[in-house]
């Protein structure tokens, strides 16, 4: 009875893990919370700022996608990010700048399995919506930049959990880093 016992738990645990080894190929949809941060070192709004005076150039967000892996070694992505808002100290005589960020992309998704993880990289053309004020001024800027990201994702079955890097050149107070943590659930089931 416990050699049977052990024998049907050692053909799950080997299907399981042949299961996992091989990747989900087909639509999915997923999303993530994220954390968007003002990158400083590229951005003049930091040069002149006063200790006593707040910023905040960080902010939570959050990121909807619709994607579909082609194969074990690639995908393509398409979503919407929203940054939240970040603050930035005065410039000159105005007052703090604001900057609310969302973004339209589209991704190619180089990926390596291994095992249960998998390493990727991904690189697409992204349209950037920035509204806010700066110096007193309001703006309202769309431009379009190549944004490139790399991350590792654990893959179980349907689910796929991901944490992700991603670097988006803003250009309207500085660049905006993003490091997500989120989800990925397969369309079609097996």
Excluded: C
Aim: charged share 20%; net charge positive.
């Amino acid at each position: 009875m416990q050699l049977a016992l052990l024998v049907a738990i050692a053909v799950l645990v080997i299907s399981n893990v042949h299961a996992a080894a091989t990747p989900y190929v087909g639509p999915y949809a997923g999303g993530d919370v994220l954390m968007a941060r003002l990158h400083p070192t590229r951005s003049n709004v930091y040069t002149a700022t006063p200790d006593n005076i707040a910023r905040n150039d960080r902010d939570l967000g959050w990121k909807g996608l619709v994607g579909v892996r082609m194969s074990s070694h690639f995908a393509f992505e398409a979503g919407f990010t929203d940054f939240g808002e970040v603050t930035a100290a005065p410039v000159g005589t105005g007052g703090p700048s604001r900057v609310r960020t969302r973004a339209f992309t589209a991704f190619g998704v180089g990926i390596v399995p291994v095992g249960l993880v998998d390493v990727f990289a991904k690189a697409g053309p992204t349209r950037l919506q920035s509204t806010g004020h700066s110096g007193g001024r309001y703006f309202d800027r769309q431009q379009r930049r190549i944004t490139s990201g790399v991350g590792v994702q654990l893959n179980r079955r349907r689910l796929v959990l991901r944490l992700e890097y991603e670097k988006f050149g803003s250009g309207v107070l500085a660049d905006l880093d993003m490091l997500s943590l989120g989800f990925r659930l397969s369309l079609r089931p097996r």
